[in-house]
């Protein structure tokens, strides 16, 4: 799905500025707008809600059912590691910056 998104703002970036100009590195727009810019070269909003409730739906199964199958705890320390190096690089490098939830 990560794949899909990607060749698709790519391709919109290359409709914006021509082939020639976004091998070469040049990001000439022709974008009239600062927002159309910004909706053409910005990122998917960041999915929050999906990742916390994933999270936390880790966690509860992680502490149910732990105590009968002891494997779960590794199983469930992997996981949270995977997802939060694959989210920060995410994030830097393809999601919009998230919205603060403090102050």
């Known amino acids: 799905m990560f794949i899909i998104q ?4 790519v391709k919109k970036r290359i409709d ?3 082939f020639k100009n976004y091998i070469k590195g040049v990001r000439a727009t022709k974008k009239k707008t600062i927002q159309g810019y910004i909706d053409t070269y910005a990122g998917p909003p ?4 999906f990742k916390y409730s994933l999270m936390m739906m880790i966690t509860f199964v992680t502490f149910m059912y732990g105590a009968g199958m002891p494997i779960l705890f590794p199983i469930a320390l992997m996981t949270f590691l995977v997802s939060y190096v694959l989210e920060r690089i995410l994030v830097a490098y393809s999601f919009q910056e998230p919205p603060a939830f403090d102050a």
């Open 16 to 18: 914006d500025c021509g």
């Open 46 to 49: 960041f999915p929050i809600h």
């Open 6 to 9: 990607l060749s698709q703002r």
